[in-house]
C-alpha cells in the first residue's frame, strides 16, 4: 500500500528527478496536487489570496493611521505627556514579543493545573500551557482591538457627530439612527453583531465600532452646536469661508478636547467588551489567546486551579481602572471649567 502511494506521488524516484519535473511542470503552471486538499495548489491558493490580500491590506491601513498619527503627535507634542504616552504604547507593543518567548500554544500534558511558580510565574492551565505567555499575548490582542476600535471612532464619530451638528437638514436623521443604536444595550448589541457574522478579531472590532460610534457621535455634536454660533465662527461665515472649512479649521479643531476625553473611556469600554465577547465564544477563535477566552477555559477548573480565571481576570479589572482613571485625568487637564476651580 505504502509503494503504491509512493509511486503515485513519484516519491519512488531518484530526488533531482523529482526536483526535474516539479520544476519542469512549474514552467508550464503546474505548481502540483494537494493531497489534502485534493486540488491544484494553483486553484487553492488563487482561491485564498483574496482574503489574504484584504487582511494584509487592513493591517497596513490600520498601521500606517495609528502609527502615522501618534508619530506626528509625539514629534509636534516633544516632551509632553502626548509624546510621552505614544512612547509607551510603542515600547509595550515591540516588546511584548520579548517579554515572553514561550509559545502561548505550546502543550505539556506533564505540566498542567501548575501552580505559579519560578518556572511558571502565572502556572499553568489544563493543557500545560504557560499562562504567563497566554495572559501576556491575550492583552496585546486586547490592545491591537481596543486601538482599532478608538480609530474608527475617532473617524466615524467624529464625522457623524460634526455633520449632525453643524448642517441642520441632517441633523434629525443622523440622530435618529443613533438613537435607535443607543437603545440597546452595548453589550447586548455588540452580542448580536457578532453572533450574526461569526466570531473572529475583525468581526469584534466591527461589533464594537458599530455600538461605541453613536455615543462618540453624540459627543462632537454636542460640542459642535456649541462652537456654530461662537462669533470667531460666524465671523468665518460673513467673509465668505466654505463649510468644509470652517468645519476643518474652526470647528473640529476646537471639539477634540471632550472627544479626546471619551475615546480615552471608550479604550476601556472596548477592552472590557472585548474581553466579555471572548469570555462567550464570540472573540477570537482558540487557541488564539485573549483575557476572556482565558477566563472561559478557567472557570470549570475554579476549585483545581483558581489561578487560571482569577490572574486574568484581576489583570483586567486593573487596566480598566486604570484606563478610567487616565480619562478623569485627562478630563481635569483638558476641561478649563475644571482648571479654574480652587
Same mark, same amino acid.
Do not use: C
Given at each position: 500500500?505504502?509503494?503504491?502511494?509512493?509511486?503515485?506521488?513519484?516519491?519512488?524516484?531518484?530526488?533531482?528527478?523529482?526536483?526535474?519535473?516539479?520544476?519542469?511542470?512549474?514552467?508550464?503552471?503546474?505548481?502540483?496536487?494537494?493531497?489534502?486538499?485534493?486540488?491544484?495548489?494553483?486553484?487553492?491558493?488563487?482561491?485564498?489570496?483574496?482574503?489574504?490580500?484584504?487582511?494584509?491590506? @487592513? #493591517?497596513?491601513?490600520?498601521?500606517?493611521?495609528?502609527? *502615522?498619527?501618534?508619530?506626528?503627535?509625539?514629534?509636534?507634542?516633544?516632551?509632553?505627556?502626548?509624546?510621552?504616552?505614544?512612547?509607551?504604547?510603542?515600547?509595550?507593543?515591540?516588546?511584548? !514579543?520579548?517579554?515572553?518567548?514561550?509559545?502561548?500554544?505550546? +502543550? &505539556?500534558?506533564? #505540566?498542567?493545573? $501548575?501552580? /505559579?511558580?519560578?518556572?511558571?510565574? %502565572?502556572?499553568?492551565?489544563?493543557?500545560?500551557?504557560?499562562?504567563? &505567555?497566554?495572559?501576556?499575548?491575550?492583552?496585546?490582542?486586547?490592545?491591537?482591538?481596543?486601538?482599532?476600535?478608538?480609530?474608527?471612532?475617532? #473617524?466615524?464619530?467624529? +464625522?457623524?457627530?460634526?455633520?449632525?451638528?453643524?448642517?441642520?437638514?441632517?441633523?434629525?436623521?443622523?440622530?435618529?439612527?443613533?438613537?435607535?443604536?443607543?437603545?440597546?444595550?452595548?453589550?447586548?448589541?455588540?452580542?448580536?453583531?457578532?453572533?450574526?457574522?461569526?466570531?473572529?478579531?475583525?468581526?469584534?472590532?466591527?461589533? +464594537?465600532?458599530?455600538? @461605541?460610534? !453613536?455615543?462618540?457621535?453624540?459627543?462632537?455634536?454636542? &460640542?459642535?452646536?456649541?462652537?456654530?454660533?461662537?462669533?470667531?465662527?460666524?465671523?468665518?461665515?460673513?467673509?465668505?469661508?466654505?463649510?468644509?472649512?470652517?468645519?476643518?479649521?474652526?470647528? *473640529? /479643531?476646537?471639539?477634540?478636547?471632550?472627544?479626546?476625553?471619551?475615546?480615552? %473611556? $471608550?479604550?476601556?469600554?472596548?477592552?472590557?467588551?472585548? #474581553?466579555?465577547?471572548?469570555? $462567550?465564544?464570540?472573540?477570537?477563535?482558540?487557541?488564539?489567546?485573549?483575557?476572556?477566552?482565558?477566563?472561559?477555559?478557567?472557570?470549570? @477548573?475554579?476549585?483545581?486551579? /483558581?489561578?487560571?480565571?482569577? *490572574? !486574568?481576570?484581576?489583570?483586567?479589572?486593573?487596566?480598566?481602572?486604570?484606563?478610567?482613571?487616565?480619562?478623569?485625568?485627562?478630563?481635569?487637564?483638558?476641561? /478649563?471649567?475644571?482648571?479654574?476651580?480652587?
Amino acid at each position: 500500500m505504502v509503494a503504491q502511494i509512493r509511486e503515485q506521488l513519484g516519491l519512488d524516484q531518484p530526488l533531482l528527478t523529482q526536483a526535474a519535473h516539479w520544476y519542469g511542470g512549474l514552467l508550464h503552471g503546474d505548481f502540483g496536487r494537494s493531497i489534502l486538499l485534493v486540488q491544484s495548489v494553483f486553484w487553492a491558493t488563487a482561491q485564498r489570496l483574496p482574503v489574504t490580500v484584504a487582511l494584509s491590506l @487592513y #493591517a497596513l491601513a490600520v498601521t500606517l493611521v495609528v502609527g *502615522i498619527g501618534a508619530g506626528v503627535l509625539a514629534a509636534l507634542r516633544q516632551n509632553t505627556w502626548v509624546d510621552q504616552a505614544a512612547m509607551m504604547v510603542a515600547m509595550l507593543g515591540i516588546s511584548i !514579543p520579548r517579554i515572553t518567548t514561550a509559545d502561548p500554544n505550546k +502543550l &505539556s500534558f506533564r #505540566a498542567k493545573f $501548575l501552580p /505559579p511558580s519560578a518556572d511558571f510565574v %502565572f502556572g499553568t492551565d489544563n493543557l500545560g500551557r504557560s499562562l504567563w &505567555s497566554r495572559t501576556v499575548w491575550g492583552a496585546r490582542l486586547s490592545v491591537e482591538i481596543s486601538v482599532a476600535v478608538v480609530v474608527l471612532n475617532a #473617524a466615524f464619530g467624529t +464625522l457623524v457627530g460634526a455633520l449632525a451638528g453643524y448642517f441642520r437638514r441632517v441633523d434629525g436623521p443622523l440622530m435618529r439612527v443613533n438613537d435607535a443604536l443607543m437603545a440597546f444595550p452595548a453589550v447586548l448589541l455588540a452580542i448580536g453583531i457578532t453572533a450574526v457574522l461569526g466570531p473572529s478579531t475583525e468581526n469584534v472590532i466591527l461589533a +464594537l465600532a458599530v455600538v @461605541y460610534v !453613536p455615543r462618540t457621535a453624540r459627543i462632537v455634536r454636542a &460640542s459642535v452646536l456649541v462652537l456654530r454660533e461662537m462669533e470667531y465662527v460666524q465671523a468665518a461665515v460673513a467673509a465668505g469661508a466654505g463649510h468644509w472649512r470652517i468645519l476643518r479649521t474652526h470647528v *473640529i /479643531p476646537n471639539a477634540l478636547a471632550p472627544l479626546i476625553v471619551q475615546l480615552s %473611556f $471608550l479604550f476601556a469600554y472596548a477592552v472590557l467588551t472585548e #474581553a466579555t465577547l471572548s469570555f $462567550l465564544g464570540l472573540g477570537a477563535v482558540p487557541p488564539t489567546p485573549t483575557w476572556g477566552n482565558i477566563m472561559a477555559e478557567g472557570r470549570q @477548573y475554579m476549585r483545581e486551579a /483558581p489561578w487560571i480565571i482569577t *490572574i !486574568p481576570g484581576i489583570l483586567l479589572m486593573v487596566t480598566v481602572m486604570g484606563l478610567n482613571l487616565l480619562g478623569d485625568g485627562l478630563r481635569d487637564v483638558l476641561d /478649563p471649567r475644571l482648571r479654574l476651580q480652587p
